[in-house]
Structure formats: C-alpha cells, structure tokens
C-alpha cells in the first residue's frame, strides 16, 4: 500500500496486520523483534529502510529475547557490501553462542544524511486512552528537553503541528543554513503510524519507533524509521 493512501488506509490491510498481531499473541509472544515489527509496518506502506542497494549496510540479528542489540553486540554498522555475507554468518554464530535462538539475521541499506534522528511511540494511557509521543531520539533526546504528547489519531495538520511544538524542531526547518526537511512527509508519516496504533490499540501495548531519521527534502526517501519495536498487550 502506498505510503500516501495510509490516511485512506485499507481495511483489508488493517484487518491482516491484527490477525497476524493476534496470533503472536496466541503464541505467547509479548515483545516482538525489529523485523516482525518492520513487516507489519511495511504492510501498513510506513517508510523502512531500504534493502540490497550497494552502499553501506546494516546488519542487526532480531530476536524476541534479545531487545537490546546495540548493548548484546548484535548489530554491525556501515558494512561494506562485499563483507557482508561473513558478518551475517558470524552474527549468527555470535547469536547462537549467546543462546539466542528463534531470531533472524536482518540486512538494511544504511540511512546516511540525516537531518535528525526523531523518537515516534504510541501507547495506551490509563486516562486518556491512545496515544502519540514526539520528540527527538538519539543522543540529541536530553538536549532537546521533554516530547511532545497528543492524543490518537492525528491527522497531517494535528501532526505538523505537533512537529513545530518540538524544540527540535529548528533543526530540520533550515536552521544555520542546513537543508529544510520534507515537514509534509515527516507530518503524514507521524499521523500515519498514530492513525495505525488507534487501529490496534486493543493488541499493543506500546510501538517504539526509534529512530525515525528525517533527511533533507528533495528526495524520494526522506523519511525513513530505522528500528522499530512492538510490545503486545
């Protein structure tokens, strides 16, 4: 589904994505690993990485057990393409050593020129039901102070404007002369995902997309979410 039909989005496709969340609940699943989560954001046409190109890669090994790659050494950076079958296999192996079975090993191109790396979750507050939460990720996420905070769904202009509420904000919109981010994409993808999350609020308990990195305007990719977590209910 294109990224463009989502404030449209189909029901069929809708319907699928809760079957498939229903069912690894009936399985006992409760967090689920990056590349199950990207497979239900790329049913939904959210932008992801993008796969066998001939930069730089990244290579993640994705398992229910093993949340927190970075910290477990379960991710390699800037690959080049010609290493990348040995470091797959030397993931795995890493991983298997490390007793995490059942998971995959997950290549990416990797995003480059960045403008900013975003934070983007949704969960389900006690009082006020779905939620969208905005702010900035990465190391930048103390520097720029607290996210932004609305109520699911949003629309494109609910979600510019929670965008502009960011301290953040500046540094995608051509501050000391960097390039102006597509605010157009970023706000229809951010209304996008709590537009999704308001369709399955019942089954998850929270969606961590984290980074979102936004990229100069211009570009057929300038939004793209580079890791992406999901915690059933």
């Known amino acids: 589904m294109p990224m463009n039909d989502f404030l449209n989005p189909d029901a069929d496709?809708?319907?699928a994505v809760r079957h498939t969340l229903q069912g690894w609940r009936a399985e006992g699943r409760r967090q689920i690993h990056e590349a199950d989560s990207k497979r239900?954001?790329?049913?939904?046409?959210?932008?992801?990485?993008?796969?066998?190109?001939?930069?730089?890669s990244v290579v993640k090994y994705c398992c229910d057990a093993a949340m927190h790659k970075s910290e477990q050494g379960l991710v390699h950076l800037s690959v080049p393409q010609d290493e990348v079958e040995v470091r797959v296999r030397a993931m795995q192996?890493?991983?298997?050593?490390?007793?995490?079975?059942?998971?995959?090993?997950l290549v990416e191109d990797m995003v480059q020129g960045g403008l900013l790396e975003w934070f983007v979750g949704c969960r389900h507050d006690a009082t006020f039901g779905p939620v969208v939460v905005v702010g900035a990720g990465g190391i930048y996420a103390e520097l720029f102070g607290r996210a932004v905070i609305r109520l699911a769904p949003l629309d494109e202009a609910e979600a510019e404007a929670a965008?502009?509420?960011?301290?953040?904000?500046?540094?995608?919109?051509?501050?000391?002369?960097k390039p102006r981010a597509d605010l157009a994409h970023f706000a229809r993808t951010v209304a996008?995902?709590?537009?999704?999350?308001?369709?399955?609020?019942?089954?998850?308990?929270e969606l961590d997309l984290n980074?979102?990195?936004?990229?100069?305007?211009?570009?057929?990719?300038?939004?793209?979410?580079?890791?992406?977590?999901?915690v059933l209910a």
């Open 13 to 15: 496709a809708l319907a």
């Open 40 to 56: 239900v954001l790329a049913a939904m046409g959210l932008p992801l990485p993008a796969r066998g190109g001939v930069g730089l």
């Open 93 to 105: 192996q890493r991983a298997d050593d490390a007793g995490f079975a059942g998971g995959e090993v």
């Open 163 to 177: 965008i502009r509420a960011h301290k953040a904000f500046a540094v995608i919109d051509g501050a000391r002369g």
């Open 192 to 205: 996008s995902v709590s537009q999704f999350y308001a369709g399955v609020s019942d089954l998850v308990a």
């Open 211 to 230: 980074p979102v990195i936004v990229l100069p305007g211009g570009q057929d990719n300038s939004v793209v979410i580079a890791d992406a977590s999901i």
